[in-house]
């Protein structure tokens, strides 16, 4: 739950959505982090850096979005 409120995601696992803001909360510096756990069987990745904030390995039932 921290890495959401600090890479500004919203995981819902219902809906298969992920909800992103624009800007994530301050300074992050760049990081990736690799295996974010969406469901018990599927997980995503996430990098970071000054210009925001990318999801990779999306699953194809689910969807990413803006908020």
């Known amino acids: 739950m921290l890495l959401q409120i600090i890479l500004g995601m919203d995981i819902d696992a219902t809906r298969h959505l992920i909800t992103l803001r624009p800007e994530p909360e301050g300074s992050l510096g760049s990081f990736s982090i690799h295996?974010?756990?969406?469901?018990?069987?599927?997980?995503?990745?996430?990098?970071?850096?000054?210009?925001?904030?990318?999801?990779?390995?999306?699953?194809?039932?689910?969807?990413?979005?803006?908020?």
């Open 35 to 67: 295996n974010i756990p969406l469901t018990g069987e599927e997980f995503v990745s996430v990098e970071a850096n000054s210009k925001g904030v990318v999801i990779d390995h999306v699953p194809d039932h689910w969807t990413v979005k803006k908020g």
